[in-house]
């Protein structure tokens, strides 16, 4: 697999990060960079996509967190629950849960998909460790010096300090007002601290009365948080077709809002933008 996919979309927050994972390898889009990618080039990290639903799953992680501990340190494993991360499983190609894929310097090397008994498990994992031998630490691209301003605003969103990694980004952004990297680092948290205080009766209270634009705001922020983009668009789409003066302006700027949390070239971003052009005009 390697240079077949490309990673780049997964370097920073996602506008829906969450789900609890297995045991203490669990992965989420918020600390995927950090966790995976850049871990990857100092040591190969072994990615599993699964979901509570599925025992074979289930099994399958317990059988990596078994022969990773065993293995003491030849390579590590992220572990990552599909259905709350789907980000990840688009942007590594994920056809199929379980699936297992070695990340070695920031790119997929290696994959399978399905349950698969240990002792082929075992055979799988030593061809890739014997792949990289040798070749993460001198054979790596140079690596840019890292940006203490972003490592500081990282780690206490890492740490659960929103207000922490605000003030972080803010503070960069005083001193570069142009510098992109935390203007969207900063979407995606304000969007993240605003949707984790939205009760789960958003949708409810939405649906009962379409009135309701405050309401329809929440619920749209709800159901991106859940993985949902274009239910959230649509909503807000809605509301814009059915509404006009400030009720109209407030849907149309959160719906712009919304889509800036996104690379513009997701298909279901393009898709929505045209609908919302068909709407005001």
Do not use: C, H
Request: charged content about 25%.
């Amino acid at each position: 697999m390697s240079g077949a996919v490309d990673l780049s979309s997964l370097k920073q927050p996602a506008g829906g990060a969450g789900g609890a994972a297995a045991g203490d390898y669990a992965v989420n889009e918020v600390d995927f960079e950090t966790k995976v990618l850049r871990r990857s080039t100092q040591v190969p990290v072994v990615v599993v996509l699964y979901s509570q639903r599925s025992p074979g799953s289930i099994e399958l992680v317990r059988t990596l967190e078994r022969l990773v501990a065993a293995d003491g340190g030849a390579w590590e494993l992220a572990t990552v629950e599909a259905e709350a991360n789907m980000r990840i499983a688009q942007a590594l190609r994920v056809q199929g849960i379980p699936t297992v894929i070695a990340i070695a310097g920031g790119q997929p090397l290696a994959d399978f998909e399905g349950a698969q008994p240990e002792p082929q498990v075992r055979q799988w994992l030593k061809a890739v460790v014997d792949a990289v031998a040798g070749k993460l630490e001198s054979g790596a691209e140079p690596q840019a010096a890292e940006d203490p301003r972003f490592t500081a605003a990282e780690e206490a969103l890492e740490q659960g300090d929103f207000a922490g990694a605000e003030a972080a980004y803010e503070a960069i952004l005083a001193a570069e007002p142009t510098n992109e990297e935390a203007k969207a680092a900063l979407r995606q948290l304000r969007f993240l601290a605003r949707a984790q205080q939205i009760p789960d009766s958003a949708i409810a209270i939405a649906e009962a009365d379409s009135t309701n634009v405050d309401a329809a705001l929440d619920a749209a922020d709800l159901e991106l948080f859940g993985q949902q983009p274009e239910a959230a668009f649509d909503r807000l789409i809605g509301v814009i077709k059915r509404t006009a003066g400030d009720e109209r302006a407030k849907a149309r700027t959160r719906l712009v809002e919304l889509f800036e949390l996104f690379d513009q070239a997701e298909p279901f971003v393009v898709a929505a933008r045209r609908k919302l052009a068909a709407a005001l005009y």
